[in-house]
């Protein structure tokens, strides 16, 4: 029987069942940003080009706000006659500008339009914050001609989370033909955040190893408001159905895991996984990913 064998039957098996929600609609906790019902509050900042107005074409909720635009390449800003149509909301009154207590800020898009199919940056969305010019901004590449499109932002992302003044949708002219017609409806604003410990995101170091590399390491991010302090982070590997090597440390929301190996791996195919565990020892939720060894070049 080889070492990595016999190592595999003393330890737990791998495939054990987590008990939490994890990353589920039954774990998330929402605040709603704008439900849309009334879209005054929406600034037109292109009236030339674009028009506002509420609409029952709605994901997330009743309503969404219909950012409609042509595109008109002589008619923008004096300056910038090919300019950048947009809307943007101010959240300072509402009170709704802390969203350091929430991990993702969501939003549904639905695109029509009468190109036959959209640029590679159809829209652009933009955060304020206090100070000259501050901002975060996100590209939505994602975005689909004649389709809904789940827009799910990390708040971690942001310059920062916890002073959010206003926020903007706006696409730039340049992207698209004088004359084009592209319209967008923007329902289901909302930040997210779980309530359960759950792993959000595990990526190793290397995908590819060496059979005689001492060790593996992992980076993940964590999610849940509750209990945090008493998770442990679980890195195992192993292959099949058991596990072949583990360790684990206090959990962190984002951190660095090692698991030092005392006996080379074979090469093949293997499975690493980020397991949260309990105080008595129980799995609470879990992320697997795989990864390859290969011969030493010597």
Not at 95 to 120: H, N, Q
Request: hydrophobic share 35%.
């Amino acid at each position: 029987m080889s070492p990595l064998v016999l190592l595999a039957l003393l330890l737990s098996p791998a495939d054990e069942a987590p008990y939490g929600k994890g990353m589920t609609e039954a774990n998330k906790e929402r605040l709603v940003l704008d439900d849309m019902h009334d879209v005054s509050g929406w600034n037109n900042g292109s009236p030339v080009e674009t028009k506002l107005s509420r609409s029952d074409r709605a994901r997330g909720g009743k309503y969404s706000l219909l950012f409609a635009n042509v595109v008109d390449h002589t008619k923008g800003e004096k300056n910038y006659p090919i300019g950048w149509p947009r809307t943007n909301k101010s959240l300072v009154k509402a009170k709704l500008t802390d969203w350091s207590a929430y991990d993702f800020f969501e939003c549904w898009i639905y695109v029509d339009t009468s190109r036959p199919s959209l640029p590679a940056v159809p829209m652009g969305l933009g955060f304020s914050h206090p100070g000259h010019r501050r901002r975060s901004s996100l590209q939505l590449r994602e975005l689909k001609k004649d389709q809904w499109v789940h827009v799910v932002m990390p708040t971690g992302k942001l310059d920062d989370p916890k002073h959010v003044e206003s926020l903007q949708f706006n696409i730039s002219e340049s992207d698209y033909k004088h004359g084009d017609r592209v319209d967008f409806y923007i329902s289901g604003l909302e930040l997210t955040r779980f309530a359960e410990p759950a792993v959000n995101q595990l990526d190793l170091q290397r995908r590819v190893v060496y059979a005689h590399q001492p060790w593996i390491v992992a980076g993940y991010s964590l999610v849940g408001r509750k209990g945090m302090d008493r998770v442990k982070a679980e890195l195992a590997i192993g292959q099949g159905d058991m596990a072949a090597a583990k360790t684990a440390i206090p959990a962190a929301r984002q951190g660095e895991i090692e698991l030092r190996l005392t006996r080379p791996l074979a090469p093949g195919l293997y499975w690493a996984q980020l397991g949260l565990r309990d105080p008595a020892g129980k799995l609470i939720d879990r992320k697997r990913t795989d990864f390859r060894v290969i011969p030493g070049p010597f």
